[in-house]
């Protein structure tokens, strides 16, 4: 059976999620230690800055639930009030709802598509998607499209990084004149330097662990690229910083903010922090000169779109609705697979045993059409030899029930 259970930004706090999240260079070890000593046949794992959920093929959820607790040394119990978990048919529509921006903190975002994408291929470098997980995300990956194409789902659409250039300009009449610093050179933060730097920043300044990659995302902007390691001695000279990144602890902590302010003579700062888990630490909000704000605070901003796409979400989940049964009739399907299978191997061994005894028959010089008519009778025979003899020796209902089975496999009108 299908399950897919975790956490996201309906149902747990960002302090929460970022204690369960995975990097995309943990996810190799993550995938294979879940997968390998449990009952658990196939395995994908989305973990983004709003959740953290595992899609999987197994006899119960609980051992995964165990498991997640486990790898990241979180008391169950600590976890258990955040955590949802959805079987058959349910799971089937969570993750065509997914793909296609209905859950997401910003509906009809198109970032998750591809995170899902990511999460899909991971899995299946990895070994732990199987043929009802590979279905299903292709399935989903299909909703998605539809959805997009047949609705206006995305139309209008406030992203995390519009929302992030909004805020700023609550703090700075506008972009233009100010010196923003991205720290990471991700998918995120190339939406968010689009955004800001339409406004026409006075300075853009790219701090990547890798430069070559930092630079190539500041040379679209005119901008400049500084490893990581030296974030402390530019941070002063920046009026806006937006990070995301996937370190695994806060890279700019109160202390270096401290040192920041007091060399921009407090001078305002404004901070977005997309990272989960966070990048800023969370006492350096508390600071008088600074405005730091995370994916939470931002899901308030692009909160007041929700309305305009309302009626778009009610035509997406009729469409969803819709395809979840298609599913539910494939993985129904596969249940007599093993029969077909049987049966197509049985009458395979017919018509071998058949054609060998007809062309011994040919050998000593039959006629081909006396052949041919033993052949038919032969194999008419061997095949309904079987359902003939179990439907003589059924009664009752029995036998009834096989009457009405046995024409509609065969397409049968019995006369009245």
């Not at 009030?81 to 799971?91: R, V």
């Not at 890279?251 to 270096?256: A, K, Q, S, T, V």
């Not at 609705?321 to 009739?329: G, I, L």
């Not at 194999?379 to 020796?393: E, G």
Request: proline share 4%; net charge negative; charged share 25%.
């Amino acid at each position: 059976m299908i399950f897919t259970l975790g956490i996201n930004h309906h149902s747990a706090p960002l302090a929460i999620r970022e204690r369960v999240a995975f990097g995309a260079d943990k996810l190799p070890h993550a995938l294979s230690d879940l997968t390998s000593d449990r009952p658990v046949r196939e395995a994908a794992i989305l973990s983004t800055c709003n959740r953290t959920e595992i899609y999987c093929a197994a006899e119960s959820p609980e051992v995964v639930i165990d498991w997640l607790a486990h790898y990241h040394q979180v008391g169950r119990d600590e976890l258990a009030p955040y955590i949802y978990t959805h079987d058959q048919p349910e799971a089937i529509r969570h993750a065509f709802r997914v793909a296609s921006g209905l859950d997401s903190m910003v509906i009809g975002e198109p970032q998750i598509l591809g995170q899902m994408k990511d999460a899909v291929r991971a899995a299946e470098e990895n070994g732990t998607l199987g043929t009802q997980l590979h279905k299903l995300f292709q399935r989903a990956f299909s909703v998605a499209k539809e959805v997009r194409s047949t609705t206006a789902i995305g139309a209008n659409i406030v992203s995390m990084a519009a929302a992030g250039v909004h805020l700023a300009e609550r703090i700075f009449e506008s972009i233009a004149g100010q010196r923003i610093l991205f720290i990471g050179a991700g998918e995120m933060i190339e939406l968010c330097a689009a955004h800001f730097c339409a406004g026409h920043p006075k300075q853009v300044t790219v701090a990547n662990r890798t430069l070559e990659r930092g630079r190539a995302l500041a040379e679209q902007y005119g901008g400049t690229a500084i490893r990581l390691d030296d974030l402390a001695e530019h941070l002063a000279a920046h009026d806006i910083v937006v990070s995301c990144t996937a370190s695994p602890l806060p890279i700019i902590g109160l202390g270096m903010v401290e040192r920041a302010i007091k060399a921009r003579r407090h001078r305002p700062m404004f901070m977005v922090d997309l990272a989960v888990p966070r990048d800023i630490e969370e006492e350096v909000g508390e600071l008088d000169d600074i405005f730091l704000y995370t994916v939470d605070d931002l899901a308030q901003v692009v909160e007041s779109g929700l309305e305009s796409r309302q009626a778009a979400v009610v035509e997406a989940e009729t469409i969803i609705a819709n395809r979840v049964k298609d599913f539910q009739t494939w993985l129904a399907s596969r249940d007599t697979v093993p029969v077909i299978r049987s049966l197509r191997d049985s009458a395979e061994r017919m018509r071998r045993h058949e054609m060998e005894h007809a062309m011994k028959l040919l050998a000593k010089g039959e006629a081909p059409e006396k052949v041919l008519e033993h052949l038919s009778l032969r194999l008419t025979n061997k095949f309904l030899h079987a359902p003939t003899q179990t439907l003589n020796a059924a009664d009752g209902n029995e036998r009834a029930d096989l009457q009405g089975a046995a024409a509609r496999l065969f397409h049968l009108h019995t006369a009245d």
